[in-house]
């Protein structure tokens, strides 16, 4: 080996490279906020971090599983209001979209959560999760956005492309929240930093009649291959506006104590958009992602008046097939006792109007 080449050296300028290319989160902690840890964020209960010797045993495991048949025409789909939606300027609204994207209309604003357009939940469009279905409709077709709010900077929520995408958006400037850290993300897709708002839990963001204030999740954060480990916070979105309030919790493990405190703080939810999807093996994932029956725990803990299944269908993410969680799903609502219409299984692209 040549004398000038060093190991060090080489990984030093690789990840000088990559820090160019894919610029880091500056973590500033508060040592009075107990989700301030000294080199990340944290939950506010214990959680069980994901490692590389669990993610090497998982795909060990799943190389070893017979082949999963995915029945995607047993995924509903609906022809979204469109005519209806670019029209609307005062009648409240809510469109499950595909996976965590919903739209949202309050107040006369139009909202976007966690917008996925890709076809691939990946740093890159060759190689990774690819959508086994198309969304619903196009981006190009919803009505101009204002408010964009973004959970967590994990890539089947935070879409580099399509955030790209509304940043250029011609017909309005919509404005991004998003929790501690991601704005680094979202200045690098060409978001003016004028136009980025980062929240810590709890804190709020107003835009008009519009509220949107960002609530703890059990989950934890990471994108780039050095050093943004938990860098970045991550958490759910209560939605407020002409009198009443959406709440989607992100990415999150089960932790009645949480739920039953995020009930308790953000008060009545009249619609909770709770994930079903990516949810096998348990031993890997129940840290990091609810199943179904676990959804329906969170909708009893924090007293949620009805609830729509979202994070499922559109992505292979995980062991199981992409149509059994609404089948996990009525198991789980008839061991509870609750009725169907309560926590409803929307179809994509389904509007819900109030």
Not at 54 to 67: F, G, I
Not at 156 to 181: E, I, K, M, S, Y
Not at 222 to 232: I, K, L, Q, S, V
């Amino acid at each position: 080996m040549p004398e000038s080449f060093r190991y060090g050296d080489v990984m030093s300028r690789l990840k000088s490279w990559l820090r160019h290319r894919w610029p880091l989160p500056v973590y500033r902690p508060d040592p009075l906020l107990p989700h301030h840890g000294a080199d990340g964020y944290r939950n506010l209960y214990p959680f069980q971090q994901p490692k590389l010797a669990d993610v090497l045993r998982w795909e060990w495991q799943r190389r070893r599983m017979p082949a999963v048949r995915h029945r995607l025409e047993r995924i509903p789909r609906r022809v979204p209001e469109l005519a209806a939606l670019n029209g609307n300027r005062e009648r409240p609204s809510l469109t499950w979209v595909a996976h965590p994207t919903s739209f949202i209309q309050l107040c006369g604003k139009n909202i976007l959560i966690d917008p996925v357009w890709s076809q691939r939940a990946s740093p890159f469009q060759w190689a990774g999760p690819e959508r086994q279905s198309p969304p619903p409709m196009a981006l190009q077709e919803l009505p101009a956005i204002d408010l964009v709010l973004i959970t967590h900077n994990h890539y089947d929520h935070l879409d580099f492309n399509t955030v790209r995408r509304l940043a250029r958006q011609a017909a309005a400037c919509p404005r991004f929240v998003a929790p501690l850290g991601v704005g680094v993300i979202l200045r690098h897709a060409g978001v003016p930093a004028s136009r980025i708002h980062e929240l810590d839990w709890w804190q709020c963001y107003r835009l008009d009649g519009v509220e949107a204030e960002l609530t703890p999740a059990h989950h934890w954060s990471n994108r780039w291959m050095f050093g943004d480990e938990n860098r970045a916070l991550w958490g759910g979105f209560a939605v407020r506006g002409d009198g009443l309030q959406f709440w989607y919790p992100g990415d999150t493990g089960y932790q009645d104590q949480l739920f039953r405190l995020i009930g308790e703080r953000i008060g009545l939810v009249d619609l909770a958009l709770l994930p079903i999807g990516a949810y096998e093996p348990r031993w890997f994932l129940s840290p990091q992602h609810v199943n179904p029956e676990e959804a329906v725990r969170i909708l009893l803990d924090t007293g949620a008046r009805a609830a729509w299944a979202v994070h499922w269908g559109s992505f292979i993410l995980t062991d199981e097939p992409l149509d059994r969680p609404q089948d996990d799903l009525a198991a789980a609502l008839a061991l509870w006792n609750i009725s169907p219409e309560v926590f409803k299984r929307p179809a994509m692209g389904e509007t819900r109007w109030f």
